[in-house]
């Protein structure tokens, strides 16, 4: 079993930055692939960036290609999400995903273990 505690959500104004943290507990992390959804009001839970267990690999959802990065530091157990040059529009809930294996998939039937999610608010 993996469990997954996001932090960092908050509100910020169009234009500014966040940086998300997941700090995981539990089998392996180094061996699991990590990623970032997230879910506005009324919308469906979506893609936004994947990275494999050594980093070697990311994968990112278009619109957030060149604003957001992923990393992870093993060491710590815990992944991130830089968010620059945020719009209202990339305000929703955000929720960290594990699964084991190599790949990067933007599916999230792909991923079983999920965190609570953190809120992120934009202010235009």
């Known amino acids: 079993q993996v469990q997954l505690v996001e932090s960092g959500g908050g509100l910020v104004q169009t234009g500014g930055s966040l940086r998300l943290s997941c700090a995981t507990s539990?089998?392996?992390?180094?061996?699991?692939?990590l990623g970032w959804f997230r879910q506005a009001p009324g919308k469906e839970r979506e893609f936004v960036a994947a990275?494999?267990?050594?980093?070697?690999?990311?994968n990112y959802a278009g619109s957030m290609k060149g604003r957001f990065t992923i990393s992870r530091d093993n060491a710590k157990n815990t992944v991130y999400l830089q968010m620059n040059s945020l719009k209202p529009e990339d305000a929703a809930d955000y929720y960290c995903?594990?699964?084991?294996?190599?790949?990067?998939?933007?599916?999230?039937?792909?991923?079983?273990?999920w965190g609570q999610g953190t809120q992120v608010t934009v202010s235009s």
């Open positions: 539990g089998r392996t992390f180094s061996s699991y692939t």
């Open positions: 995903a594990a699964r084991p294996g190599v790949t990067v998939p933007t599916s999230r039937i792909e991923y079983p273990y």
């Open positions: 990275i494999s267990w050594n980093g070697a690999s990311t």
